[in-house]
């Protein structure tokens, strides 16, 4: 493990999600964040295929956990991946109308920025393309 990786960890992934659902703003995270749980993905389904190597009585239960741990936390990062994109849709749409940098995107992190700079490209867009063009009566 490198010096600068943080320990993913299922509880800590659940405490993040309840983190995610119940703060109104984005929740600061790890810059290797994804590659964290990359690794973490790579240990668990490590763990896996050695228990299923095994035979033993208790090898069966063992597996079962295992996999429905590895499910639970695919659920746990789809729902912190789904909180934060629609936090980074209305932050995007906030700048956009308000044509303001708010510093409040300092929690996203570089793979969320790319995402929050097209949305927000897209809605600067449309809004100089049709209201604009509209208030000055140029439709």
Do not use: C, W
């Amino acid at each position: 493990m490198g010096e600068n990786e943080i320990v993913i960890t299922y509880e800590s992934l659940y405490e993040l999600l309840r983190r995610e659902r119940y703060r109104p703003e984005l929740q600061k995270l790890d810059p290797l964040f994804y590659q964290n749980v990359l690794n973490y993905f790579k240990e668990k389904q490590a763990i896996l295929e050695s228990q299923e190597k095994k035979e033993s009585i208790f090898a069966a239960n063992e597996i079962d956990k295992t996999r429905t741990q590895i499910r639970n936390i695919r659920k746990i990062l789809k729902d912190i991946y789904e909180k934060r994109e629609a936090k980074i849709i209305q932050l995007a749409l906030f700048n956009s109308r308000n044509k303001a940098g708010t510093g409040s995107d300092s929690a996203l992190l570089a793979e969320e920025k790319a995402l929050f700079d097209s949305i927000n490209g897209v809605l600067n867009g449309f809004r100089e393309g049709v209201l604009f063009n509209l208030l000055s009566n140029n439709a």
